[in-house]
């Protein structure tokens, strides 16, 4: 097989605190002999176990790339039993952009698992990952949230495997990431996803969509930096969470278990979302309308509920196209379920 053409200028088997690239040889325009430098950090303090903390899967969701930038900067490697490997932008030319996907490309990291090493720029990042950083680790946090189309309530995130001992170990580090919800997904399209990869690796793996819309919030940032500090404690590489006794206690147990979750526009139009994010949603109930943006007097479009539960997600501009998610109803499971002491 091809070898990748990224090279790191990191030692992931050093000890110490070390802050370089991977390097990936780019010719371009405006750059003959360039190179996308996609930042990275390793800390380690001997033997144990490797954490992988990724956020910047997509370029315009900002949680990951703000605590996983704080986290590199402060972590020191006498705190760290094992190894703490931190790509906060993982899609870089994305992050730079401020989009989703690849601006070089217009790659979707996030579909372009297992990559390729003779493949564009977004594929070569991707066979990278699958190729050289998942067999270190033993333990993924891919940190999402919902970018400039969506908005969620916070939550970190399995999905229904087939192994159930993997799917139990995946189970309690998403309750030691500790955010106010947390959602067991039956994923509709996990072709090319790096939760996929990282699954079928057989790794410990937990992603999030913590909020949305482009940005990041105070309480956004919070969730996202106490439930890293929580997975660390969880996989024994911190002793105790740097961060002290602000986990949330309980976290709502949500479930996406099919389709029938989605509500998917039909039409183009203006958005008027009858239900925040975080209410009660009865099978049935209102839970947007589309208004004609052409024209008045044109009653607007009906869209209900296909099941009851909570309104978990939401597409975030006030113009929606036909075949955007409007609206994603998700399952109450459990209420008050404990997270993990760390
Ligand atoms: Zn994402």
Request: charged share 20%.
């Amino acid at each position: 097989m091809r070898s990748s053409p990224i090279t790191p200028t990191v030692d992931f088997d050093a000890d110490g605190e070390q802050h370089g690239f991977l390097k990936l040889p780019h010719s371009h325009d405006a750059s003959a002999w360039g190179a996308v430098m996609i930042p990275i950090t390793v800390i380690r303090r001997g033997e144990g176990p490797t954490v992988l903390l990724t956020g910047g899967n997509h370029g315009d969701e900002y949680e990951g790339p703000i605590v996983l930038s704080e986290l590199a900067a402060t972590l020191r490697a006498r705190d760290v039993s094992g190894r703490v490997i931190v790509v906060p932008f993982m899609n870089y030319p994305a992050f730079r952009a401020g989009s989703r996907t690849s601006p070089i490309d217009r790659g979707n990291l996030n579909r372009s698992f297992p990559g390729r090493a003779d493949g564009s720029v977004t594929e070569k990042i991707a066979d990278y990952f699958q190729r050289h950083l998942l067999p270190l680790a033993d333990y993924v946090l891919d940190l999402h949230a919902g970018g400039r189309t969506l908005d969620f309530v916070p939550f970190a995130a399995i999905h229904v495997l087939p192994d159930a001992a993997q799917q139990a170990r995946c189970e309690a580090a998403m309750l030691a990431f500790g955010a106010p919800y947390s959602m067991r997904m039956l994923e509709m399209d996990s072709v090319g996803l790096f939760d996929t990869a990282a699954e079928e690796a057989g790794k410990v793996f937990v992603s999030t969509e913590l909020g949305g819309g482009g940005t990041a919030t105070v309480a956004s940032i919070g969730i996202a930096r106490r439930g890293v500090h929580g997975l660390l404690a969880h996989a024994r590489v911190l002793a105790a969470p740097m961060l002290h006794g602000d986990t949330a206690r309980s976290t709502v147990l949500l479930d996406m278990p099919d389709g029938r979750c989605y509500t998917t526009s039909e039409h183009d139009g203006l958005l008027e979302l009858c239900k925040d994010l975080g209410d009660a949603v009865d099978c049935g109930d209102l839970i947007a309308r589309v208004h004609d943006a052409t024209r008045t007097g044109v009653p607007p479009i009906a869209y209900r509920a296909h099941r009851s539960g909570l309104l978990a997600a939401r597409h975030f501009p006030g113009l929606v196209k036909m075949g955007d998610t409007i609206a994603v109803v998700a399952d109450i499971v459990a209420d008050g379920v404990a997270t993990a002491p760390p």
